[in-house]
């Protein structure tokens, strides 16, 4: 089946430094993947959209500066998150789709990175 | 616009007990349905999903959920719930469009008492 990869799992940092989660697709072509935040005991939350070559479309309410999406190859896309301050420590999980799946809009999620800014 | 309403935010069924995990989705054409499963600090494990076609649609691990278009449901069940069952469970509706994001409900958290 098909497998996202994200790394890092987990990740401490100190406020002020920028870090950055990747997302592979292994086994497959993704032609679009997406960002989403996780706040404990809470959903998901979309934050960005991002397709293979093209800039990120980014939900309503988070800042493109911030949270820099680049999605350079049809299995990698990378979040970087800049300055990153406390109110950042979240869960951030990456989804992709796979490209020859036609008109189905099935998702793979990736396991997720557990962001902690100290 | 579309959304998703899981109406319990918290269950407790004892083992061995039944279990429907209710998911209401808002969508003006017939949505891609999917149900999740998630770990504490873990990812998403897909349960199954609803693309067209059979109603009744089963999933991994004994669940299944049926498609009922004029409740604009898509509820969670599976007949008898192991203690390995506890977890949060998320049902997400996606458009009938390539490329476009899935949206959430709040998750029902599941508990399994003895």
């Known amino acids: 089946g098909a497998v996202v990869s994200q790394h890092p799992s987990w990740v401490i940092c100190k406020s002020g430094t920028s870090v950055k989660i990747e997302c592979r697709s292994l086994d497959f072509q993704a032609t679009t993947m997406f960002w989403y935040r996780q706040f404990p005991k809470q959903s998901l939350m979309l934050m960005a959209t991002?397709?293979?070559?093209?800039?990120?479309?980014?939900e309503q309410g988070v800042e493109k500066d911030k949270f820099l999406i680049n999605h350079a190859s049809l299995t990698l896309s990378t979040l970087t998150v800049t300055s990153a301050h406390p109110e950042d420590s979240s869960f951030y999980i990456c989804?992709?789709?796979?490209?020859?799946?036609?008109?189905?809009?099935?998702?793979?999620f990736g396991p997720g990175t557990r962001l902690t800014v100290l | 616009a579309q959304s998703v309403t899981q109406p319990d935010i918290h269950i407790t069924v004892s083992e061995g007990a039944s279990l429907e995990l209710r998911c209401n989705y808002s969508?003006?054409?017939?949505?891609?349905l999917f149900w999740y499963v998630q770990s504490p600090g873990q990812g998403l494990q897909l349960l199954l999903k609803y693309f067209s076609g059979d109603t009744l649609v089963q999933g991994i691990k004994g669940f299944e959920a049926e498609f009922k278009r004029s409740q604009s449901s898509f509820n969670l069940r599976k007949p008898s719930v192991h203690w390995s069952d506890a977890a949060e469970y998320f049902c997400?509706?996606?458009?009938?469009?390539?490329?476009?994001?899935?949206?959430f409900g709040k998750g029902t958290t599941l508990s399994v008492s003895s």
């Open positions: 991002s397709n293979e070559g093209s800039k990120a479309t980014y």
């Open positions: 969508y003006g054409a017939t949505p891609y």
């Open positions: 997400a509706v996606g458009a009938n469009q390539a490329g476009t994001a899935l949206i």
């Open positions: 989804s992709a789709r796979d490209g020859s799946s036609g008109a189905y809009n099935e998702q793979f």
